[in-house]
């Protein structure tokens, strides 16, 4: 069964800080891997969508990357600001059965960025 | 373009009681999925549907049943709610299976 763990639990920094959150796998025969912010009271909002193939995506200030082999991905937050405050899931889609589309997520990060 | 919706928004149910929560998705996705999410445990697979006439049952999926009579709806019937089903409920769609899953606002229940 793949098991998806997210460090740290929480996190509250200053704003303007560069931010890292970490995302570890067991099972590396992954199809692809996807970031999600959720904020409170909301559903889910895809951030970025990493294909098995790929090393890191970007989007704005947001840059996912991806080490299959170690079974690791991070994603760096740039110059966080208070609107970045909310809770970062990370999500895997296995391989086998990828036909089937299921993720499995991380338990999520929250973040607070206080200005 | 409304995306995915989720109804209702909330619910308080007595134990023993049914319901149906609804999820609408507009734009012409195949797969579709029921997440429950709970502190601490993360997000929980608990039926899914791959097409219109099609379901199949995820991680935690006793205690519900699910529908998929249209392409676009796709419904989740709990027959005899337990407090163990307190929770919130999330709904996701996606194109197919590779690619990005949309979700839902979520359906907070209550089981008392």
């Known amino acids: 069964k793949q098991e998806v763990t997210q460090i740290p639990a929480a996190l509250s920094v200053p704003e303007g800080e560069n931010l890292v959150l970490n995302c570890s796998f067991t099972?590396?025969?992954?199809?692809?891997l996807q970031w999600f912010r959720q904020d409170p009271g909301k559903g889910l909002t895809s951030l970025l969508l990493?294909?098995?193939?790929?090393r890191e995506q970007t989007s704005g200030r947001l840059n996912a990357s991806l080490d299959k082999s170690s079974g690791r991905s991070t994603l760096y937050i740039a110059a966080s600001q208070p609107g970045d405050s909310a809770t970062y899931l990370c999500?895997?889609?296995?391989?086998?059965?990828?036909?089937?589309?299921?993720?499995?997520f991380g338990r999520g990060t929250q973040l607070t960025v206080w200005p | 373009n409304a995306g995915v919706t989720q109804t209702p928004k909330f619910r308080v149910l007595k134990t023993g009681q049914s319901m149906t929560l609804l999820c609408a998705q507009d734009?012409?996705?195949?797969?579709m999925y029921w997440y429950r999410q709970d502190p601490g445990m993360g997000l929980r697979l608990i039926h899914y549907s791959v097409g219109e006439g099609t379901t199949a049952k995820g991680e935690v999926p006793d205690g519900y049943n699910v529908s998929r009579l249209k392409k676009q709806n796709f419904l989740l019937g709990l027959e005899s709610a337990a407090p163990s089903q307190t929770s919130v409920y999330f709904c996701?769609?996606?194109?197919?299976?590779?690619?990005?899953?949309?979700f839902g606002p979520g359906t907070r229940l209550l089981v008392l």
């Open positions: 990493i294909q098995s193939s790929q």
């Open positions: 999500a895997v889609r296995l391989r086998r059965g990828s036909t089937l589309g299921r993720l499995y």
């Open positions: 734009m012409n996705h195949e797969y």
């Open positions: 099972d590396s025969a992954i199809y692809n």
């Open positions: 996701a769609s996606t194109p197919n299976a590779q690619e990005t899953q949309y």
